[in-house]
């Protein structure tokens, strides 16, 4: 059966994905969506949870924002439930890690391979629509145009400039930590890991700093030997048959906004403050 293909206003997009996760939603399926370097784990259509190697670990946010330690998180992901006393934090988490890696693999050129699994137990905490997913990764504009594509997040350093040409810049706590670590030799991915930050975040931060001159434009760093031979054979395996992308024009009206999702992360966000 053919699907109508997801509006992705100025997005590049791969079709397959984009058709394949509405119809997993359509069809109320369980299991994981494989994607390029991540895969999306879905209940019932919903999406509970989704990972991306380029992305930060849903295990880091939490340390970093004092949720949880790794530890009592590996204790939580064995016995399949949430750690104690988590809340609402953990559920703003959960979303912003499903968030983060879908922008990414949404621009994944990969076809994706679906297969069915047990529920994953996240999906009590963390439910989003495909559709809402869409629209916000579509809201955040193409991950290629621009300064700091999103292919390079893991593959050029971060440098600082050496020289400012401004007497004087303002910037967000944000790009400051941004700026602070970046040390010529830490990509995106890795900033955003240390720090216990989203790789989107992080990467807008980068995209501002370098329009004011602060970070220098990227290049690209081709790995060789045995450092880029441990990262291919960390990367899940895939069959990579490579199918081409459309950009699809901007729709007349917007699907409308999932009202639940956007409340469920007002108050957990509100519960981080």
């Known amino acids: 059966m053919n699907l109508p293909e997801f509006n992705m206003p100025g997005m590049v997009v791969?079709?397959?994905?984009?058709?394949?996760l509405r119809r997993l939603e359509d069809e109320r399926g369980t299991g994981v969506l494989h994607a390029g370097d991540g895969a999306f784990h879905l209940v019932d259509g919903l999406i509970a949870c989704a990972e991306c190697r380029r992305t930060t670990r849903l295990d880091r946010l939490m340390a970093e924002a004092?949720?949880?330690s790794v530890e009592v998180w590996r204790q939580a992901e064995s016995a399949a439930t949430a750690p104690e006393a988590a809340g609402p934090r953990l559920e703003a988490l959960a979303l912003l890690s499903v968030f983060d890696a879908a922008y990414f693999l949404l621009a994944s050129r990969t076809v994706p391979e679906f297969q069915p699994a047990p529920p994953h137990w996240l999906a009590s905490i963390c439910r989003v629509a495909p559709r809402a997913l869409v629209d916000e990764c579509a809201r955040r504009g193409d991950p290629e145009v621009g300064r700091w594509p999103?292919?390079?997040v893991d593959r050029a350093p971060v440098v600082p400039a050496r020289r400012v040409r401004r007497q004087?810049?303002?910037?967000?706590?944000?790009?400051?930590e941004v700026l602070a670590a970046a040390d010529t030799g830490r990509t995106v991915s890795g900033i955003a890991r240390d720090l216990g930050r989203t790789t989107y975040g992080c990467l807008v931060a980068?995209?501002?700093?370098?329009?004011?001159?602060?970070?220098e434009q990227p290049v690209p760093v081709v790995m060789t030997g045995p450092l880029a031979a441990a990262d291919v054979e960390s990367t899940p395996r895939l069959r990579r048959r490579?199918?081409?992308?459309v950009s699809v024009p901007i729709p007349d009206r917007w699907e409308p906004v999932d009202r639940d999702v956007l409340v469920r992360l007002r108050a957990a966000l509100e519960e981080l403050t």
């Open 14 to 20: 791969s079709v397959e994905l984009a058709n394949e």
């Open 206 to 215: 980068v995209r501002d700093l370098t329009a004011a001159g602060l970070i």
């Open 242 to 245: 490579m199918r081409p992308t």
């Open 168 to 176: 004087r810049v303002v910037l967000t706590a944000g790009q400051a």
């Open 66 to 68: 004092g949720v949880a």
């Open 150 to 152: 999103a292919s390079l």
